[in-house]
């Protein structure tokens, strides 16, 4: 039989050992690790908590958030993009989380509805063009870009990424499924060359004369013109003259949840809170040439010098709502 001061010690430890696993948040993120151990850091030396993360494609820790059930580590899952956020929802990997906090930081077209995930940073998919051969009264709205006078004139990114996918599914949440796909067929006929493999290459092309105007997220924007200042590329923000709920930028986010079965979900809703606040979105948002998801928090000055746009104001679940969807319709219009 132990004695009353073994008793005493095993259980003083497991009080301990409680109290240290409480200071922890393990997280799984598909994205990149040098754009979230800085904010990660942050955190700790504000709280002590300590962020243990895993990552990988969105895809794989999907599955393994599944396939661990009640036995995963995992406590928030963070990625990008409202397509596969709304896909670990839809997959019961996240929980709902009431907090009046995520509530007042994260617009309502940012989060899920049933507030499984929130929105933390704002990425735009616009127009991109060769100054040097389009001028901004050119352009217009997505959908101009059908037009025939574009012909032999537009690049694009691969339809198999789901930055596409959501854009087309936003799209038809606006026009419905006939329309967008009339749309997305005019696209294809204007097409100058195959679809690339991602935003870079496509502005690399528009830069080259290979093509007059390309859509991209604006990070990648930011990104290829701090390298190479001199290209010939400048952003135009479409769909800004119509006066409907729809009209707007086509935004997209990258965000987090809290996982279905997590062990410490008083901590992680406070992380995915701190990472809403004023104080850290703009660390959250500047590190990857992002907008604040956080409305009373100004972008970066980089990104702020690209100027004011109306963002659709369509919740960005449709996004994944209407992801299977999009996929099929762009695969019928010849969009590889």
């Not at 990114?157 to 067929?185: A, C, F, P």
């Not at 979105?281 to 009373?296: G, H, M, T």
Request: hydrophobic share 45%.
């Amino acid at each position: 039989m132990k004695s009353l001061k073994a008793v005493f010690f095993s259980a003083l430890f497991m009080v301990g050992n409680s109290a240290a696993q409480a200071d922890e948040v393990v997280v799984y993120s598909a994205r990149n690790e040098q754009l979230i151990k800085p904010l990660f850091d942050a955190y700790t030396k504000e709280t002590g908590v300590q962020i243990k993360f895993v990552t990988d494609k969105e895809g794989p820790l999907m599955a393994r958030l599944k396939a661990e059930g009640r036995n995963t580590p995992a406590d928030v899952f963070m990625t990008v993009d409202a397509g596969n956020l709304w896909q670990a929802a839809r997959e019961d990997l996240l929980k709902p989380v009431n907090s009046k906090v995520l509530a007042a930081n994260i617009p309502e077209h940012l989060r899920d509805p049933g507030n499984e995930w929130f929105g933390l940073s704002v990425r735009a998919r616009t127009v991109v063009y060769n100054r040097n051969k389009v001028k901004a009264g050119e352009l217009g709205a997505y959908e101009d870009l059908a037009n025939p006078k574009w012909k032999a004139r537009l690049c694009l990114r691969t339809s198999k990424k789901v930055y596409n996918q959501s854009l087309v599914g936003m799209m038809m949440s606006e026009h419905g499924e006939d329309k967008t796909e009339q749309i997305v067929r005019g696209w294809v006929a204007n097409l100058a060359t195959d679809p690339f493999p991602d935003d870079t290459k496509a502005m690399e092309a528009v830069a080259a004369g290979l093509c007059d105007v390309t859509v991209v997220n604006t990070y990648y924007f930011g990104r290829l013109i701090e390298k190479k200042p001199d290209l010939p590329l400048a952003i135009f923000w479409p769909n800004q003259n119509l006066k409907n709920k729809a009209a707007g930028v086509h935004v997209n986010i990258s965000g987090a949840g809290v996982t279905r079965h997590a062990k410490h979900e008083a901590a992680a809703i406070k992380l995915l809170e701190w990472l809403s606040s004023e104080k850290a979105q703009n660390l959250y948002a500047d590190v990857n040439l992002e907008y604040p998801a956080n409305p009373k928090v100004k972008a970066d000055a980089t990104v702020a010098a690209w100027g004011a746009f109306k963002p659709n104001l369509i919740n960005v679940a449709q996004a994944g709502a209407l992801q299977a969807k999009a996929v099929m319709l762009m695969d019928r219009a010849g969009y590889k």
